[in-house]
């Protein structure tokens, strides 16, 4: 974390995508509490939060409020400086075909390319929450995730406060990734035994925001570089970033 604080130039709440922009502009998804009636789910100190320092507001990660955890997930990633970091322009699904060839693979979220990977794999586990066709319940975890030798998450744990318990479950000898948009592109996530992190930089303000304030979903986000960090590429001592959720993740 930068030692000064940071001011916050602008905090947008869209509907699928959350921004945060200080130092750079971060990127979280929007999460809310399926068990709040709409319209119910407030969020503290709206019409100021754009005069917090950016280290304040990420400190809104620990919130139990998932609205404002994304808003401080969001705060976090804006402060991250990757000058310096080797990234490679890899697709993820590429990496878990090849990680995932002929073993068993589990996959925290659903993402678009689960029926893609599924026939390189001896088995394809998809843990959500909200399962789709095909998927397991989230509760499912402490039975498929320490049979999985390769296991991706979602960067959404971060958020909902998850990433701690699931870690916990995995083998310990198994390949992890950390993945999607919300994903801290920091090398202090290998100490948690990741090998690889796939996210996302936002290159274009003006039009992340755009198609963010008009309801865009990952696909549909304009501006952004998908960047992926991979352990071997970073020297093993880091400095001290300040990264927390609201349990001891990274």
């Known amino acids: 974390m930068p030692p000064i604080p940071i001011p916050v130039r602008g905090v947008y709440v ?3 995508w959350t921004m945060v922009c200080s130092l ?11 068990h709040v009636p709409h319209g119910h789910q407030r969020v503290r100190e709206v019409g100021r939060l754009h005069t917090h320092s950016a280290q304040e507001l990420a400190t809104w990660l620990a919130s139990e ?7 401080g997930m969001a705060a976090y990633n804006s402060l991250l400086e990757i000058e310096g970091l080797v990234f490679e322009a890899i697709n993820a699904v590429e990496v878990l075909k090849k990680q995932g060839a002929g073993r068993n693979v589990a996959i925290v979220g659903h993402f678009p390319f689960i029926e893609e990977l599924r026939p390189f794999t001896r088995n394809l586990w998809v843990l959500e ?4 066709p095909g998927d397991l319940p989230a509760t499912a975890a402490p039975e498929v995730l320490p049979q ?8 959404t744990t971060l958020i909902n406060h998850t990433l701690d318990d699931l870690l916990d479950l995995c083998s310990p000898h198994a390949w992890r990734m950390l993945l999607g948009p919300s994903t801290p592109l920091t090398p202090r996530l290998f100490d948690f035994g990741f090998a690889m992190l796939s996210g996302a930089r936002v290159v274009d303000e003006k039009a992340a925001l755009l198609t963010i304030q008009q309801g865009a979903i990952f696909p549909q986000v304009q501006g952004v570089q998908l960047l992926t960090l991979k352990r071997e590429n970073v020297h093993p001592k880091q400095p001290e970033t300040g990264l927390k959720s609201g349990t001891n993740a990274p």
Do not use: Y
């Not at 750079?24 to 399926?34: E, I, M, Q, S």
């Not at 929450?129 to 789709?132: R, S």
């Open 129 to 132: 929450l909200h399962p789709a």
């Open 14 to 16: 869209g509907v699928h």
């Open 24 to 34: 750079h502009c971060g990127l979280a998804a929007t999460l809310t509490d399926a």
């Open 148 to 155: 999985a030798d390769v296991v991706a998450i979602t960067a």
């Open 65 to 71: 409020n998932p609205l404002e955890a994304s808003i």
